[in-house]
């Protein structure tokens, strides 16, 4: 006899192959409408992203403007505290800058 040992495995098998089969259409619109709430999800995280960016740069514009304001204040009503404290501040990068050079061993 050439029966198979476990006939209701092959039954199960086909109708298994079947429902594959019969199931591909609407897995494959699964996957599609998983793809659009993928896609969507990821426009709006990239629009608030962009958002956050703009607001971070606004913010650090109106700072820079804020402490530009602020020293050009500060030299109007100091002008020479503010010409030694820029004379200072020259002097101590001459100062690091020659120290720099003269790390190597040799002064140029």
Same mark, same amino acid.
């Given at each position: 006899?050439? *029966?198979?040992?476990?006939?209701?495995?092959?039954? +199960?098998?086909?109708?298994? #192959?079947?429902?594959?089969? +019969?199931?591909?259409?609407?897995?494959?619109?699964?996957? $599609?409408?998983?793809? +659009?709430? *993928? !896609?969507?999800?990821?426009?709006?995280?990239?629009? #608030?992203?962009?958002?956050?960016? $703009?607001?971070?740069?606004?913010?650090?514009?109106? !700072?820079?403007? +804020?402490?530009? #304001?602020?020293?050009? #204040?500060?030299? $109007?009503? $100091?002008?020479?505290?503010?010409?030694?404290?820029?004379?200072?501040?020259?002097?101590?990068?001459?100062?690091?800058?020659?120290?720099? !050079?003269?790390?190597?061993? *040799?002064?140029?």
């Amino acid at each position: 006899m050439n *029966t198979p040992a476990f006939p209701e495995h092959h039954l +199960s098998a086909a109708h298994a #192959d079947g429902s594959l089969l +019969s199931a591909g259409p609407a897995l494959a619109e699964s996957v $599609r409408a998983l793809g +659009s709430q *993928t !896609r969507s999800a990821v426009q709006g995280f990239a629009g #608030d992203a962009a958002q956050i960016a $703009r607001d971070s740069a606004d913010a650090a514009r109106q !700072r820079a403007v +804020s402490l530009r #304001d602020a020293g050009s #204040d500060y030299i $109007r009503e $100091r002008p020479l505290q503010a010409v030694m404290i820029a004379a200072g501040a020259g002097a101590l990068l001459m100062l690091l800058a020659s120290l720099l !050079r003269h790390r190597g061993g *040799t002064p140029r």
